[in-house]
């Protein structure tokens, strides 16, 4: 069968992709930032995917369509896949599912699980174990209900928060999402610390985990180990289970890592190989990725590109230097802007420096008065040393001029930005 890729750049059709080559499928794809579209790429396929960003006029979508070739968006693809397995275990939430999500799947390496994740997994340290279940661990995506094509055996909310506001009303609308997505999972497990998703409710099987006395996976005892990640006390339904280190640094890894040892104690897998396993997770690349260094700052490269997420890296940050934290930001879209600009201007106010750069627009066409400025202007109205960049060459120069040895340069946002932090380390070597 010869399946055609349509917007084939980002993770997860990357992802989608190396399944389907791995079920034998010939495979092909085009981007607009790969060479373009031309109509003749679909000439041949038996069925064509493509991403909600991809336009109803796209060339090659129009073409499949004029000649009768099936068509199929990326989301309904994933759930027919996750379909053919016997276990799905898919992780949800507002922030944090990505890493999350990869931890689940260390977690369950003794399963060698199949896995869909929304970002470049570093690979498991050491070997699994034979397969012993068929079993799918996926990432659940909350954009336009995606998410609402899985069935999850298992499904997990970390939390819920307002996102997307280029498609969600406001947040009983988003948090109608998620309701309705816990409705077709068979067991759910939700975090019952987290105001958003707490009284979320399937009618079946419930679980939570949590740091409160109310949940049924507890984690106790906190402690912070080298290099600003922490350990716990597991107790399941009251009882201490083992303890738990977290694989990556940061107080808010410690609910990531409470979810995926808990998704996998209900998985099957016993507490403490559960624990053991996850110390084989390595990261996702931008999550918290140290790249290198400039002038002898360490820099970091992060996905963050919500209010929420922003204030977690910096607070990590923090943690980790003695020196000045730079947080160079990327806003991700025109909407999400506007809506969350006084919740930018709140966590950003958190770093030593900000720098701004033009937002990036993805699947958005600018909107009137809305721009990274207002967020340098409030920025500086609060007395936080804020500058607006206009380029990536901008940005270097003005990195140059003010890091030094010991300081934390922090690349944050979801578009392009990923370049501007490696452009720094190749240039500085």
Avoid: W
């Avoid at 495979?27 to 064509?48: F, I, K, P, Q, R």
């Avoid at 806003?331 to 420096?353: I, Y």
């Avoid at 380029?391 to 270097?396: E, I, N």
């Amino acid at each position: 069968m010869k399946i055609h890729f349509v917007g084939c750049n980002g993770v997860s059709m990357r992802e989608l992709m190396q399944l389907e080559k791995d079920r034998r499928n010939f495979v092909t794809g085009s981007d607009s930032a790969l060479g373009g579209h031309a109509a003749e790429n679909v000439h041949g396929a038996d069925l064509v995917v493509y991403t909600c960003a991809v336009g109803e006029e796209n060339i090659e979508l129009k073409e499949a369509r004029r000649l009768g070739i099936p068509t199929v968006e990326r989301a309904e693809l994933l759930g027919q896949l996750a379909a053919t397995y016997s276990s799905v275990v898919a992780i949800a939430g507002a922030h944090g599912k990505t890493t999350a999500t990869g931890m689940t799947a260390a977690a369950m390496r003794s399963y060698m699980p199949t896995v869909h994740i929304g970002g470049d997994m570093n690979p498991f340290e050491g070997e699994c174990k034979m397969r012993v279940k068929d079993c799918f661990i996926t990432e659940a995506c909350e954009y336009r209900r995606a998410f609402l094509n899985l069935r999850p055996d298992i499904g997990a909310v970390l939390n819920v928060d307002l996102d997307h506001t280029d498609y969600y009303r406001d947040f009983d609308d988003i948090r109608s999402a998620y309701a309705a997505f816990v409705s077709r999972c068979a067991v759910i497990l939700v975090n019952s610390d987290d105001r958003g998703s707490m009284y979320l409710n399937n009618g079946g099987q419930k679980y939570t985990f949590g740091l409160n006395g109310l949940a049924y996976f507890r984690g106790e005892n906190l402690k912070v180990e080298d290099g600003n990640a922490y350990s716990f006390d597991l107790k399941i339904g009251g009882a201490t289970a083992c303890r738990v280190l977290c694989p990556q640094p940061g107080f808010h890894n410690v609910y990531n890592a409470l979810c995926a040892v808990s998704a996998a104690v209900l998985g099957g897998v016993p507490a403490r190989e559960a624990a053991e396993n996850l110390c084989s997770f390595r990261g996702v690349k931008r999550r918290f990725e140290r790249v290198g260094s400039l002038c002898g700052a360490t820099v970091v490269s992060d996905y963050a590109h919500h209010p929420r997420e922003i204030r977690a890296t910096l607070l990590n940050a923090s943690k980790c230097t003695r020196g000045k934290v730079y947080a160079i930001f990327q806003p991700h879209t025109f909407t999400r802007t506007k809506s969350l600009e006084g919740e930018f201007v709140r966590a950003l106010g958190n770093a030593d420096e900000v720098g701004l750069l033009p937002i990036f627009p993805a699947r958005e066409d600018p909107m009137e008065g809305v721009t990274s400025h207002n967020i340098v202007l409030a920025l500086q109205s609060k007395n936080v040393r804020a500058v607006y960049l206009d380029t990536f060459c901008g940005a270097l120069s003005y990195l140059k001029r003010r890091v030094c040895k010991g300081d934390v340069v922090l690349f944050l946002g979801a578009g392009d930005i990923d370049a501007l932090a490696r452009k720094c380390i190749d240039c500085e070597n």
